[in-house]
Nanobody, 120 residues
């Protein structure tokens, strides 16, 4: 079983920055895509950014130019650098990873989420 743990959330003023981390642990053979999602109160969970094993990235239009997703394959960790934060970025941010476990079974795991609050 693969576990994901997010960290790095918090309270920040508009225009500020935060860096989220997502660490994967357990029996991991390979991690293919990693995605960061967010869910604001009363809204559906949405994809914020995604990165493949080859480094291809895609972003929601609302965060393009402000957020950067990256990954450290050697340490099974992914990051989301968030700059120029806006109050509308306030949400619980979740990490999602898919790949193959040590037994070569496919997995798709979610982290527990980390709160990001941007004050105006």
């Amino acid at each position: 079983q693969v576990q994901l743990v997010e960290s790095g959330g918090g309270l920040v003023q508009a225009g500020g920055s935060l860096r989220l981390s997502c660490a994967a642990s357990g029996s991991i053979f390979s991690i293919n895509a990693v995605g960061w999602y967010r869910q604001a109160p009363g809204k559906q969970r949405e994809l914020v950014a995604r990165i493949t094993s080859g480094g291809t990235t895609n972003y929601a239009d609302s965060v393009k130019g402000r957020f950067t997703i990256s990954r450290d394959n050697a340490n099974n960790t992914a990051y989301l650098q968030m700059n120029s934060l806006k109050p509308e970025d306030t949400a619980v941010y979740y990490c999602n990873a898919e790949g193959r476990s040590g037994s070569y079974n496919l997995f798709r795991s979610w982290g527990q989420g980390t709160q990001v609050t941007v004050s105006s």
